[in-house]
């Protein structure tokens, strides 16, 4: 076993503190270590952003993230996405527009199109294809999670019901 | 504020009129849907036990190789390596990779040598692929597994590999399952006379095809946990879309009875027919047996995509003879299609080409070899030997009008197979075809296609419009088919329904409980799916042959029947009212003749615990057999854009119209077209398995293996049709496979249109369609 280092990080709103070996990436962190497995992994080389998540206002993918990295950063995960109310515009659009079958890659897209969200609060239906490109889709076809992100984004820019 | 799209549904007269349906029919959210956009779901690689050994697979280097010692002492030294399981240690137990019983096999296929039914133990000791497994490392951390394999002394003899059919096939290769005198198992079917049909045919028309590898490319990398009880007992969970067959294969091969193996199915990250198959579950138990410790067995996406069953790549040809307005009146097929080392799903997918065939074709021959390699295996993937011989016949069919002058969707109409024919499924039966829509679903996509327009071309880019026609099985087809169901009413009134088909995100756990809710008369808030656990669930064979639905929702209805049956006469006791006038409805017990409310089932469930005369649990399962295989029909659409001077292909807009029988929940049947399409897109566009000279495959990556991202993705409209199927529940037949089929053979046919060039293989690349407008050119000027 290697040197171990100590990070502290805010994790869904709270802080947290870890020993990890240099060479651990987040998605180890967060699964192996800390037992918080709505992270996926679905590649492990950053290919396939089942691993998303959102670390200082940015989607990243965790599988190719140091975890030394996350030392002082503000990290969002999947359980943390919903609020005090009830799931994130997000998720209800996901659940509305039926758009998860399996769900491996859900988590991943939804915290990648909420960083893009956040940036662009209303984008076009090419501007949200190209935010989730990085996300490996293989049931959908990505028809429902992009309109469902459509949908969302309405919602949460205060035009929905 | 934009609203959810609804898609067009096309309803054609149902011949029973049911009650007004109160659950089924409907758009419900999925019973499982909030677990899973909250990260709460737990997939099998999400399990962590705290005494879990990693195992770690070592695979050959060589593509054929007999194993002469493998010296493991060096390598057991490393600290945290706990065993290493070679092929000199397992069980000399042969079974098949198909996972199906002996039985099942023999219905299929009954001419097949026992040794291509049970063709593999655990490990071999003469290695079949590049990748084959060689060992299993079981260490408390990878890196000590990774360590130990540096260490392992494997001596190999190598020998001459078989890399590509071509090569299986001819005399001097070298046979890659020894005693068998051929790498090929052959098979044929027929009916009808053919040489009299071409003798009458005033045309006739041959066509060579050839089609590709593809990966399933699940999500969630195929993972394996076993965990050991002091006692014996055994729990497997597993990315398994068959957890009765795992079940019965471990049984079978590690002589554990089967009350003492627990197969749990958790979440699963996709199955697509990956997982219809033994993975890596017999070995993983086994491993548990000897460390009496649990054992995770995970594959990385690199040994996901390299060495898990494949599409079968193939070679088709076709030959049809026509009369002179098109009526098909001989239609012969050779097929050679690549099984890989062990033959597995080889003989049923290889033949199920043959018959998911929607046209009547007077007489009929088939001829396939099925031919082994040393590659990694073939298997079972979404349309099961339909997608390769639905392009292939669709692309024959469309040159076969254009070249007549006959409008292509004329073609198909023409050819079709009616209501009261034979079913073409199963070709020694009586089934007759008691339902199709696929008409309504060629004039429906037309119109959404807007067939009769054409767009001019600009500049470099030409544009054009293709279709394609397809059928699908609803369950396996050959054999009796059947599933069962448990359904428990509870003293609250909810219910349990206890069913042993896996969800593979499709949405059966949902379908299911609409099925139950809407038979029972509650609502699907009351009912609670408890799904693939062999320990917990009746039997059903599993998630696959897009049977769900039909097999296991029959099983479901006939036991709802039976718990209302009994809520009934409970209820009668309660009220004091005739059985014969009560009924059930939306969480009530009902008068029959006009829905007046009598009693909740709340109270009623109570009541039969706890008050009536013979206290009861209302507890029933039934079996369903499936004496048919009502198919599943669909037209494709496809809208291209052409560019002549870089060869790119855009789909503009796509058209699938789909007959269902019955939509029990439209969005999931519009969920299941639109991922199935894109699958096929892929298959059409941009998916290859490359393999080496020495069959190892060459992109097994993401970055390498290219499947559709959302930017690569078109529009795809759903067109639902709802040819009620008499035998289907609710009329329901099947979606989940059948859209992946004819959706290469429309963007084919596009191409066509718009740019005057037939590319007989798949996918359509740049490249290739570049080559093939050069061609064109040439021979233009030449001429």
Not at chain 1, 4 to 25: C, D, P, R, S
């Amino acid at each position: 076993m290697g040197k171990k280092y100590t990070i502290t990080f805010t994790l869904n709103g709270a802080e947290h503190t870890a020993e990890i070996e240099a060479g651990t990436t987040m998605s180890t962190l967060l699964r192996e270590i800390l037992h918080q497995t709505g992270t996926k992994v679905g590649c492990d080389i950053g290919d396939c952003g089942a691993c998303t998540i959102i670390m200082n206002g940015r989607a990243v993918k965790s599988c190719i993230l140091p975890a030394m990295k996350a030392d002082g950063a503000d990290i969002v995960t999947i359980e943390g996405l919903a609020g005090k109310d009830g799931l994130h515009p997000l998720q209800k659009k996901f659940v509305e527009y039926a758009a998860v079958q399996c769900g491996y890659c859900t988590p991943g897209m939804i915290l990648a199109a909420k960083a893009y969200l956040d940036e662009n609060p209303d984008p076009t239906e090419e501007e949200v294809r190209i935010a989730i490109s990085g996300n490996i889709c293989r049931c959908t076809g990505y028809v429902k999670p992009v309109l469902a992100i459509l949908s969302a984004a309405e919602e949460m820019r205060g035009e929905g019901k | 504020m934009s609203t959810k799209p609804e898609a067009k549904r096309i309803e054609i007269p149902a011949r029973v009129t049911w009650r007004k349906l109160n659950v089924v029919g409907k758009s419900l959210p999925k019973v499982d849907v909030v677990n899973k956009v909250t990260g709460a779901a737990v997939y099998t690689s999400d399990i962590y036990l705290s005494n879990m050994l990693t195992g770690h697979l070592v695979r050959s280097q060589h593509t054929r190789a007999r194993i002469i010692s493998i010296d493991k002492e060096a390598a057991m030294r490393i600290p945290d390596v706990v065993d290493i399981i070679t092929c000199f240690d397992v069980p000399d137990v042969h079974f098949s990779t198909a996972g199906y019983p002996r039985e099942t096999i023999l219905g299929v296929c009954p001419n097949v040598d026992p040794r291509y039914m049970e063709d593999r133990t655990l490990m071999e000791r003469e290695i079949r692929y590049e990748g084959e497994i060689v060992a299993l490392i079981l260490a408390e951390n990878v890196q000590a597994a990774r360590e130990a394999e540096s260490l392992l002394k494997i001596e190999y003899e190598v020998l001459p590999h078989v890399a590509d059919t071509g090569y299986a096939l001819s005399e001097e290769a070298p046979l890659i399952h020894g005693g068998t005198g051929k790498n090929v198992i052959e098979t044929e079917m027929s009916y009808g006379d053919l040489e009299e049909g071409f003798k009458k045919s005033t045309h006739i028309f041959e066509d060579s095809i050839s089609v590709q590898g593809q990966q399933h490319t699940c999500m969630e990398t195929s993972c394996s946990i076993a965990q050991i009880e002091p006692s014996g007992k055994v729990t497997l969970w597993s990315t398994t879309q068959v957890p009765f067959h795992i079940r019965r294969n471990i049984h079978e091969v590690l002589g554990i009875p089967m009350n003492k193996i627990r197969v749990i199915k958790p979440a699963i990250g996709g199955g697509f027919g990956e997982r219809q198959m033994v993975q890596n579950e017999i070995l993983c138990v086994y491993a548990a047996m000897r460390t009496k410790r649990s054992v995770r067995i995970e594959l990385t996406r690199e040994e996901n995509i390299a060495y898990t069953s494949l599409r079968h790549p193939a070679d088709i040809t076709l030959k049809t003879g026509v009369d002179d307005n098109g009526k098909i009146l001989a239609y012969q097929m050779y097929v050679r299609s690549c099984a890989g080392a062990y033959s597995g799903h080889s003989n049923y997918v290889t033949k199920a080409m043959c018959t998911k065939n929607p046209y009547k074709v007077g007489a009929m021959f088939f001829h396939a070899d099925i031919t082994f390699t040393n590659r990694p295996d073939s298997g079972a993937y979404r349309g099961y030997g339909n997608p390769q011989m639905c392009f292939a016949r669709e692309y024959h069919f469309d040159r076969i009008a254009k070249e007549l002058g006959i409008d292509p969707t004329d073609f198909r109409k023409q050819n079709l197979v009616q209501v009261g024919e034979q079913n073409p499924i199963a070709l020694k039966s009586d089934w007759v075809l008691q339902s199709n829509g696929l008409q309504a679903c060629i004039d429906a996509g037309k119109e959404a296609i807007k067939w009769d327009e054409r767009r001019k071309p600009q500049g470099s880019k030409r544009y054009g419009k293709g279709m394609s026609a397809a059928m699908h099985v609803t369950g396996i087809s050959a054999e009796p088919d059947f599933s069962s169901a448990t359904i428990k009413l509870n003293e609250d009134g909810t219910v349990s329904l206890l069913i042993g088909s896996p969800d593979l995100g499709q949405g059966c756990d949902t379908t299911h409980a609409q099925i139950c809710a809407e038979t029972l008369g509650i609502n699907i808030k009351d009912v609670n799916v408890i799904s693939a656990d062999t320990d917990v669930t009746s039997f059903d064979g599993g998630s696959y042959s897009s049977r769900q639905t039909f097999v296991a929702g029959n099983a479901i209805i006939l036991a709802a029947q039976k718990v209302k049956e009994q809520v009934i006469k409970y209820a009668a006791e309660m009220t004091g009212q005739q059985r014969g006038n009560l009924d059930t409805y939306d969480g009530w017990i009902v008068r029959k003749e006009n829905g007046r409310r009598v009693t909740s089932m709340a109270d009623l469930a109570y009541f039969a615990a706890y008050k009536a005369t013979e206290p009861i649990h209302i507890c029933e399962s039934a079996s369903y057999n499936a004496l048919n295989c009502p198919p599943a029909f669909a037209a494709h659409f496809a809208d291209v854009e052409v560019d002549v001077e870089t060869g790119a292909v855009k789909i503009l807009n796509f058209v699938a119209a789909h007959d269902v029988g019955k939509a029990i929940n439209p969005d999931l049947v519009t969920a299941q077209v639109e991922g199935a399409a894109a699958q096929g897109i892929g298959y059409a566009l941009m998916e290859e398995m490359i393999y080496d000279g020495n069959a190892k495959l060459l992109n097994n990556s993401f970055t390498d293996y290219k499947v559709p991202r959302s930017t690569d993705m078109c529009p795809i409209e759903v067109i639902v049709v709802e040819a009620y199927e008499p035998s289907g529940p609710y009329g329901a037949k099947s979606v989940g496979e059948m859209a992946v089929a004819p959706v290469a053979p429309a963007i084919a046919n596009a191409i066509y249109d718009a740019a005057g060039i037939r590319i007989p293989s798949l996918p359509f690349t740049k490249e290739k369609v570049r080559a093939a407008i050069k061609e064109k050119m040439a021979k233009e000027k030449k001429s």
